[in-house]
């Protein structure tokens, strides 16, 4: 049943998860200064995406909050790029990096100011196809930038490593509120499928993890744990042997101080007597 109420509410909510998800993870590759584990193909498709969600949002004339979260996710995508460039383990020179976001800035808005132009009066004379188009290449951007964690998960088991479980779980949210506001409100398949398929393969992300640390998370934990343990007991060891061998030593000094004064009053009582 449709439900205005719910579908504005909801999609600002999810809108609003969409346009900050990023920041957790951005604050965590600046604090580690590592991005080992985030693939930078998947910030730069993300932040590819955001082109023609830009285009479809002003294209359709959307409200303001569908046009500012375009702009807004892919700045943040950016950041996290230029991030994934410049620190471990790719580590491109600053101006190199600069260069190809820059291009990449460039290329973008040209891009967005040109198709807006374009596409626009089209739609608002009735022909819906052009931003149809859009939409799908906007979305299927969008699932292909969470393919190339896959393969990280692959090379370590289904570890994940160097993706912040916040950005995840709030990026998953913002599909789900997505999803339950397209859901109640005017039902549109493409984005039902879209936001279905971001869920879906964010879910499989943290199974991944899951599954991981149940075969091997726990067990290291525990050899790390016990080898800590044993750590320890080598040191109290070495400290006891430590402090045995320093009474060793003491005794013999005292011992060989012993044997030269005894060695020094017969000498002088031998001296005496003659």
Not at 47 to 76: C, E, H, M
Not at 83 to 109: D, E, W
Not at 153 to 168: S, Y
């Amino acid at each position: 049943m449709y439900n205005a109420v719910a579908e504005n509410v909801l999609g600002t909510i999810g809108t609003i998860f969409w346009c900050v998800q990023l920041i957790p993870q951005i604050i965590r590759n600046y604090r580690v200064k590592n991005c080992e584990g985030l693939p930078p193909v998947m910030m730069f498709l993300w932040a590819a995406s955001g082109v023609p969600f830009s285009i479809y949002f002003f294209g359709i004339d959307g409200s303001i909050p569908l046009r500012v979260q375009p702009q807004l996710f892919t700045f943040f995508c950016l950041v996290t790029w230029a991030q994934t460039l410049y620190y471990p383990p790719h580590q491109i020179k600053r101006l190199r990096m600069v260069a190809v976001v820059g291009s990449f800035v460039l290329v973008s808005v040209g891009l967005e100011t040109g198709f807006i132009l374009w596409l626009r009066p089209l739609y608002r004379d009735g022909k819906e196809w052009p931003m149809i188009i859009i939409g799908v290449i906007a979305s299927v951007l969008l699932a292909l930038g969470l393919i190339p964690p896959y393969f990280e998960l692959a090379k370590r088991k289904g570890e994940v490593v160097g993706i912040n479980f916040i950005f995840l779980s709030m990026d998953s949210l913002g599909a789900i509120f997505s999803l339950l506001s397209v859901v109640v409100g005017k039902m549109d398949i493409m984005s039902i499928v879209l936001y279905a398929i971001v869920f879906a393969l964010e879910l499989g992300i943290f199974t991944s993890h899951f599954i991981w640390w149940l075969r091997f998370g726990r067990m290291e934990r525990s050899r790390s744990k016990n080898g800590g343990d044993d750590d320890d007991d080598d040191n109290k060891g070495s400290e006891m042997n430590d402090s045995v061998d320093e009474s060793a030593e003491e005794q013999i000094e005292t011992c060989s101080s012993a044997s030269g004064e005894k060695r020094f009053k017969h000498e002088n009582g031998t001296e005496k007597r003659e």
